[in-house]
């Protein structure tokens, strides 16, 4: 009896899977060929002309966030770029100091000139890198992202919310350039830079930005008389003086440089002022002349 149970039950299991293979009315028995194929995954890369509510160095999908540049908002990505050559074949994202990186902030630099109509290191911005994150990298993400946002001053370099996008904030009378500034000092040296109208009795101008290329940081760092020199030759190009001895005796210079993670990153513009030490000015010193800016 129990091996004529086990014949029935195997038997009934056989007729369920005979049952089970029948196709239903209208099916041609092909249960995979009326699906539509998958599109395969796509990697997530972040949105270029999309203004940000947050800042990020590194770029997760998980986190990813754009609101409208109308809007309250703390960085615009102005363009997505890719790494390429040797950087994009490394195991691991680029670092400051790697050459894939410098490549990448020229490219976001070049960028930002179109975007902005002029150096955005002549105005109250900033420019910075945001690259994957590491689990995303490891899985192919080559993408790096150039954010402009907007600073408080010269000597604060934090990003400020603002409202309204940056594409074309450097053409004509904007509110963003540095120009004139009353220099506030504490003990004989510089405390910080206070804005000023140039109609205004001010110290301080700003006169334009030289490229270092010839050093490296450790060098930069102590090349102080150097860097004053390279500004001096701005400084009497921007006043319409000449380069002779008689230049340090119109005028002197005040100097920003990067930031060493800006200088390893490729950033080597040196902001540079005109500083006039022995009186106030009230007018800007652009073309002023011998006149204008005098020895004595």
Known sequence: MRRWRGALALAGAVVLLLTGCVPPHGSDGDLTDDWPALRPPRAFVPAAGACLPRLSVVVQASTYDTVDCARSHLAEAIHVGTFTGAGAEADTRPEPGSPALRTARAECDQRARQVLGGDWRSARLTLNIAVPSTSAWRVGARWFRCDLSETDSIDNTRPVNRVGSLRGALLGDSPLAHRCFDPKLIGGNLNYMAPVLCTEPHRAEFV????????????????????????????????????????????????????????????????????????????????????GLPTT
């Not at 490296?216 to 860097?227: C, D, I, L, R």
């Not at 400084?235 to 380069?243: G, I, M, Q, S, Y």
């Not at 210079?253 to 950033?267: A, K, L, N, V």
């Open 208 to 291: 334009g930005v030289y490229e270092e290329r010839d050093m490296t940081w450790a060098e930069f760092s102590k090349a102080n008389a150097q860097v004053h020199r390279r500004c001096m030759t701005l400084v009497a190009a921007f006043a319409a003086v000449p380069v002779n001895s008689e230049l340090p005796y119109r005028a002197g210079s005040i100097f920003y440089p990067p930031s060493q993670r800006e200088w390893e990153e490729g950033d080597r513009g040196v902001r540079c002022f005109l500083w006039s030490d022995d009186r106030k000015l009230t007018r800007s010193m652009r073309d002023a002349g011998p006149q």
